[in-house]
């Protein structure tokens, strides 16, 4: 430091509000990259506001009546005072005892040290370099990542994200099994960990998807399940009734064929139904027909015990829309039916969205909604419904923002008998 600068810090160090304003002066400079802008004086006591006017060259009457100091005008003053020769940059760097950097500065030189880590890491564990150049690419779904990855500690998870992705099963295996298999812990890939969620937006990347990983319960299983992980093959169920399972050999399943032949319903988890390579109808007809409640499921197979029926109880399982994938596959026209309320008219979208020409909705237009003499107030979730406009069906989400009141499936029941009679 010269003497000059020694000098001029001193004497700021000595006079009153100057700490204040160099301050205020230093954290404008980080904002802006450069001397410029101004900041306010007006609360500063009168002790100072005087000192400041009189470097200023101003009285101190003409600093209260217009409180404002600009960086500019500071530096020019310094410039017109013994203290010429220094500049206002200097003068905060030795003042606080660190080089001034704008944030600008700051932030690009920590994405280049980013950029510099991702770069090691992509020659280090090339099987991962598609997900680490999206995590270069900065966008939206990844700032959480290299926010971790900037806070440090992350030489870790790169290498477990590393092992785990080469180990990922040929056959299917349970998502706590294969976390021990890796790691030595069960939970480790737990969804709610920073592994867990690492793991699944490396997949999703892998998988050549873009955007964010989904988020959905049954869509992040799906996701899994794709790679062969399953996170529940036994809760995660639906039920069915006159349908034959056929293993990749194009033999029946015993038990889906005793069920048939039986009258039996059976209630079918994901670990069974991943058992099945092909799914079919116990009898003749290319038709299947869907409801996701279990008590017009059941009426329905009281009064036509031969329905191919299917009961995805309410929001759709991972297992039932592999079941309607396999049935779709097959050839079978799906037929689906659901109430009419919010909930259950966003189910009846993703089902079209999801099947198109093989999926038709089944006593589920404006006529039928009236039919089904819709009497419970929505009151508040009729607002829900406006978020489906425009995803497939207007004339339906109007009539029931119009109603306010919503129809559930069993008053049609006696439509859905005749139907599928």
């Not at 450069?34 to 002790?47: E, M, P, T």
Request: charged fraction near 25%.
């Amino acid at each position: 430091m010269s003497q000059l600068l020694e000098d001029t810090v001193q004497y700021m160090k000595e006079q009153p509000g100057f700490e204040k304003l160099l301050r205020s002066f230093r954290s404008k400079y980080e904002s802006l990259g450069r001397v410029g802008g101004s900041v306010r004086v007006d609360a500063y006591a009168d002790a100072e506001v005087e000192s400041i006017a009189l470097f200023m060259g101003i009285s101190p009457h003409h600093l209260r009546r217009k409180p404002v100091v600009t960086l500019q005008a500071f530096e020019k003053r310094l410039g017109e005072t013994k203290f010429t020769g220094v500049t206002l940059h200097e003068v905060l760097s030795a003042y606080f005892g660190q080089e001034l950097v704008s944030k600008r500065e700051l932030r690009e030189a920590v994405d280049r040290a980013l950029a510099g880590r991702l770069a090691e890491w992509k020659a280090e564990y090339p099987l991962l370099a598609p997900w680490l150049e999206r995590v270069e690419g900065a966008g939206p779904d990844t700032q959480w990542i290299r926010r971790h990855i900037q806070s440090g500690g992350f030489e870790g998870e790169m290498a477990l994200l590393a092992r785990a992705y080469a180990a990922l099963p040929e056959t299917y295996e349970r998502l706590p099994i294969f976390s021990q298999r890796v790691s030595g812990d069960p939970h480790t890939f737990d969804l709610m960990r920073i592994s867990g969620k690492l793991l699944l937006h490396l997949l999703h990347v892998q998988a050549g998807e873009e955007g964010p990983p989904p988020s959905q319960t049954e869509a992040v299983n799906e996701l899994l399940l794709s790679y062969r992980l399953l996170r529940d093959d036994m809760t995660n169920y639906v039920s069915v009734a006159n349908f034959v399972g056929e293993t990749p050999d194009g033999h029946e399943q015993p038990v889906w064929r005793a069920a048939a032949d039986s009258g039996s319903v059976l209630n079918m988890p994901l670990r069974e139904l991943l058992k099945v390579q092909r799914v079919r109808t116990s009898g003749q007809g290319g038709d299947v027909y869907i409801v996701e409640n279990s008590g017009v499921f059941s009426a329905l197979l009281d009064k036509v015990p031969d329905t191919p029926l299917v009961c995805t109880h309410g929001q759709f399982k991972l297992a039932g829309l592999i079941l309607m994938d396999k049935l779709a596959e097959a050839g079978y026209l799906l037929h689906y039916n659901g109430d009419f309320d919010p909930e259950g008219i966003a189910l009846a979208l993703r089902f079209k969205r999801r099947y198109k020409e093989k999926g038709r909705l089944w006593r589920m237009n404006v006529e039928d909604y009236y039919a089904s003499k819709p009497s419970v107030l929505l009151g508040e979730r009729v607002n829900k419904l406006a978020s489906l406009r425009g995803q497939g069906d207007d004339e339906l989400v109007e009539a029931v923002i119009s109603s306010g009141k919503a129809g559930y499936q069993e008053g049609l029941l006696g439509q859905l008998e005749d139907d599928v009679r």
